[in-house]
């Protein structure tokens, strides 16, 4: 239950007749018209509702409070679950008519939150509901979904797909994963964090999945051809915004296989925040974080939002992180580029505290 | 893969410029515009491009074809996974604003998938798009929950809330539930179904999850108002209409602890062609159906509709089949009507052949 995170992917004022204003004050999601405080209200209200006493035999859950990942211990076997869905991402899918990258999405969002708790990931189910199904952009999903089942060596093993056009405004996409511990494999919660772990980072391929809101929000508003390519670059804007979620299953097998992974953080919705969920009774300093490129770099210009508020909605350049022992570094880093991850590097270390703390950015956040 | 069903709850022509036209010739679902074949046809696309080899050790998915839940082996138990989604019986709950019935929906929806496998529910997680988060909302969607979970003895175990109000028009809600199978019992799948079988029906609480694209036409086109109640009844029909799915875990596990089911059929959308998902060799004959009464007689009457129609579209009074050995009836009937189910009945048996055939009606299916 305490798994159910509340993740706000939408925006444009809820009330009809909000207007796209102008650009200054900068565009935070609370301007979008995002209300975080609402969600959790509501979420809230929902979950002490759905609350309810289960008999003994159906299984019993594993308390993981505020984590990535929901388990449960189902006769000799801890099963993780995970639901995500691809967001407004799917806008963009639409507007350059290209679904192949939301269909990785999909089962990305889903396997990176499994392997945050150190389950292997096993079956996926995926959940369309669309206005109109199209046979090609059926095709184009699937097809990503079988790059994202590959990598992260899952199995589709069901889904549902319904047509529902007074329900839906054109398609949406989300998924459902299973995870399991394999050879008495524990899953990682971050508990057992203490003072003098290193973090250390394994980079994004872009935005992933979160912040679509506000980035399609500053396209508009600034007018912005995303058939054109940033300076320096060769891609399309377009296609480096739409570069499917990275997943992180393969680097973080590798470490769990050779027990080194103390915490596991997947940087989604939230940003750098998710580092509270983990442990609130450390703290998380992050200070050899590599300076934004590219896309971040972009971003940050064109919203002119300040640090605390890029580095709590965007990834920013780091899409997962894991903590080791200190002695266990250079073998982590070097299991880590053995498994694929060439970028993976030592962005900061945990220390006596609470929350997260970048000294480069002078942000600090204390609670989720 | 093969567990992935399309169901069309959808309707109102996809194209933009369909007028509601007069209520003749019959108001089916393919003439509600949604196009079966399409459906089809796009999720045969998807689930062909998403097709991959998963090296060993992800768990090991069970062939189930065309059944109502995937199953994979991990470890040491076998789990089968469903979702499903509310559909567009949310836009009724939001005409009357009464969240409570869709709640339990999503559950029952799902764990009545499970049961028909044979697995006992253990897990669900929801996900809700939805425009605005409005907290009495989720309040009584949490409360709905709440039933189900209870009736099901199923644990809440996470959730995905994504505020989305580019991508749905008010709210969508779905689920995915997770069941095992315990002590050694293995799926149930129908295929050992022989002639002589017997078939017993329990009862509907009403439409369930289905047609409700159909329904609110039919009282839109009729100008019904649904704050009265039908001649003999005492709830006004929006009520009636709204009734949650009935859950049906509770008998499905007394027979499945007595190993008396031999096939189990959660009759949800495509009605009795459901039947044919269990087993293609022999024939379902249904000559014992209870006449429609109720709200099955009110909408057979007002649509207008032939059986054939009728029984592909809508549960019509039996929402759930068991086929047990012919020397067991008595005592599952015994089972069923101690874990409640005091309507349960026998409505037909297995013959040789193929198909579902309904004498009374003069109804036959061939194929799902």
């Known amino acids: 239950m305490e798994a159910h995170l509340a993740s706000s992917a939408g925006a444009a004022s809820p009330s009809a007749g909000a207007s796209s204003s102008a650009a200054s004050p900068p565009l935070t999601y609370a301007a979008t018209g995002v209300r975080q405080d609402l969600v959790a209200l509501a979420l809230g209200k929902l979950l002490a509702a759905a609350r309810t006493n289960v008999p003994p035999g159906s299984g019993q859950p594993v308390k993981l409070p505020g984590h990535f990942a929901g388990l449960i211990r189902l006769g000799r076997e801890t099963v993780a679950i995970t639901t995500d869905n691809v967001g407004t991402k799917l806008l963009l899918a ?134 054109r390519a940033l300076p320096g670059d060769r891609l399309p804007l377009g296609q480096r915004l739409l570069a499917p979620t990275r997943i992180y299953t393969r680097p973080v097998e590798s470490l769990m296989d050779a027990r080194l992974a103390v915490a596991l953080a997947h940087i989604s919705g939230r940003g750098l925040r998710n580092l509270i969920r983990l442990n609130g009774k450390v703290r998380f300093l992050l200070d050899q974080l590599p300076p934004p490129e590219g896309m971040f770099r972009w971003v940050a210009t064109l919203s002119g939002l300040p640090s605390e508020e890029l580095y709590q909605t965007f990834n920013m350049g780091i899409g997962f992180i894991v903590a080791v022992r200190p002695k266990q570094v250079d073998r982590a880093l070097g299991l880590l580029r053995k498994s694929g991850e060439k970028g993976a590097r030592v962005i900061g270390r945990i220390e006596k505290g609470r929350g997260v703390y970048l000294p480069g950015e002078g942000v600090r956040y204390e609670t989720y």
């Not at 507007?95 to 990176?112: F, H, I, K, P, S």
């Not at 889904?159 to 056009?165: F, K, R």
């Not at 050879?183 to 250390?200: A, E, F, N």
């Not at 994004?204 to 058939?227: C, K, M, P, Q």
């Open 94 to 227: 639409r507007t350059l008519d290209r679904w192949e990258e939301v269909g990785e999405d999909v089962v990305a969002v889903n396997v990176n939150d499994l392997a945050a708790v150190g389950a292997r990931p096993s079956a996926l189910v995926d959940y369309i509901a669309v206005q109109t199904p199209v046979p090609s952009v059926f095709e184009a999903i699937g097809k990503g979904m079988a790059r994202g089942l590959r990598e992260s060596r899952c199995h589709l093993v069901g889904g549902e797909t319904s047509v529902v056009p007074d329900l839906v405004k054109s398609l949406d996409l989300s998924g459902t994963a299973l995870g399991f511990f394999p050879h008495g494999r524990s899953p990682v919660t971050g508990s057992q964090l203490r003072p003098g772990d290193v973090l250390i980072g394994l980079p994004s391929s872009g935005f992933h999945a979160n912040g679509y809101t506000l980035i399609r929000r500053l396209l508009e508003e600034n007018a912005v051809d995303v058939t």
